[in-house]
């Protein structure tokens, strides 16, 4: 049974360890900004997801209920993403340009707190039309 | 306990090492943004050494100290990038 255990909590283990470098790789091999927003989406989804796996399973056969595995599970699972979404927003609006060619409509777009400003000039434009 | 601690091993190196990559992008970024990409890679992979920690001597408390670095992390990384984005952080 500890030998079951062990094997168990070592795959788990071996994944996670294989997932983080991969994502360390990433960070340093990729040429660009938005390609290499990819690469800890992997360590933090595989990687750690792997990693807390192995700690609840080891919790387990120890004889208790793993609950801050589970909640740093959750934690990470939902801010991953929203941290991603507002790097790439601090990206777009600092004008990093994409090795893959020029994306004028993403460039263009107003962020979400911009948006009302945008369609305030666009209605004083509007009305200066109107005037002359 | 046969087989556990070289996996632990190999995890600690294999996280030491992205920890490494990651310090290389964070000094050699190009742009800030690049760098904030790496300042969240980092405290995403302090995070998993603490949980290795954790299994390693077998106990509770690291793991509630994880879920605090986890939630450091994203509130810092917030921040910065609202920051970055708006030029303030709070309206």
């Known amino acids: 049974m500890q030998l079951f255990m062990e094997i168990l909590v070592s795959f788990f283990l071996v994944i996670g360890a294989f997932f983080m470098l991969v994502g360390g790789i990433g960070m340093v091999r990729l040429p660009d900004l938005f390609m290499r927003l990819h690469a800890p989406t992997k360590s933090s989804t595989l990687g750690l997801g792997s990693f807390l796996i192995a700690a609840i399973i080891y919790a387990a056969f120890e004889g208790r209920f793993g609950f801050p595995e589970v909640l740093i599970t959750l934690f990470a699972f939902i801010t991953a993403p929203v941290s991603a979404n507002l790097m790439a927003q601090a990206a777009l609006h600092l004008r990093l340009r994409s090795m893959s060619g020029n994306v004028p409509e993403t460039l263009d777009r107003p962020l979400p707190w911009q948006r009302q400003r945008r369609n305030l000039r666009r209605y004083e434009k509007k009305s200066n039309d109107d005037l002359v | ?91």
Request: with cysteine.
């Open chain 2, 1 to 91: 306990m046969m087989i556990l601690p070289y996996a632990l091993g190999i995890c600690m190196v294999a996280i030491t090492l992205s920890m490494l990559l990651c310090l290389y992008r964070l000094i050699i970024g190009p742009s800030i943004v690049d760098r904030l990409l790496a300042l969240d890679t980092l405290f995403l992979n302090a995070t998993c050494l603490v949980v290795v920690l954790g299994i390693f001597w077998s106990t509770t408390s690291f793991f509630e100290g994880a879920l605090l670095v986890a939630m450091l992390g994203f509130v810092s990384t917030a921040a910065l990038a609202r920051y970055f984005t708006s030029g303030h952080v709070i309206d």
